[in-house]
């Protein structure tokens, strides 16, 4: 199996690649190294390598892992976001991508007052329409932004979205595009509360292409890590 080091310096390279031929600079694009079913262990090593962003997408496995991993890096939750798992979620993540409901922005809200914090999000978009898939459809997501944006703890700041499965990196990239228009037509409308700074977007097997089409924030697990294991318990 490869290293994690190996791993890291390949992804690297293709994403100055990509980055290159979209003609951005690839430091603007941050890596969210996706570490479910990954071992505190492995997370430890890719810390080593420089990796300062992991995502996971249970808050019960992350709650179990993160005490588990003593660096100074930030948490992401890349995953669907249960209202009972809100409280929780406010204390383990610096960013949580998949704000798709009002109810749950009510309640990360109300949470957030209790604990008397703020809380970075990004709301997720289903554009590729798949029933399977968490989101807010992107009609009306300028609607959802409004109404969210009179929480004052809670702090939007990009979309998030995730493209159909296939073998072939070409078959996202219309999600991708798509994803991109969203994202700076609801830029254009400077809506209070409300900033329009990040675009997740882009998984092991599409990342180039996202980059290519204006990711800024792409989530990789086996580009990192290697296959995944059975769920861990
Ligand atoms: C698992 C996961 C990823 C990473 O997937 P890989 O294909 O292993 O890179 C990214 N985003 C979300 C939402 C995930 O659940």
Known sequence: ?????DNLGILQDRIAAAAGRA??????ITVVGVTKNVEAQRIAEAVAVGIRDFGENRVQEAAKKIPL???????HLVGHLQRNKAKQAVELFSLIHSLDSARLAEELNRRCEMADCVIDLL???NVSGEDTKFGIPPEMARDALLEMAKYERLRVCGLMTIAPYSDDPEDARPCFARARKLWEDLGKLSISNVRMDE?????????????EEG?????VGTAIFGPRRRELS
Request: proline share 3%; hydrophobic share 45%.
């Open 199 to 211: 675009l997740s977007m882009g998984m092991s097997g599409d990342y180039e292409v996202a980059i």
């Open 123 to 125: 709301l997720q978009v």
């Open 23 to 28: 003609g951005r600079d690839p430091s603007e």
């Open 1 to 5: 199996m490869s290293s994690i080091a």
């Open 69 to 75: 991993v003593e660096a100074d890096v930030s948490w």
């Open 215 to 219: 990711a800024t924030i792409i989530r």
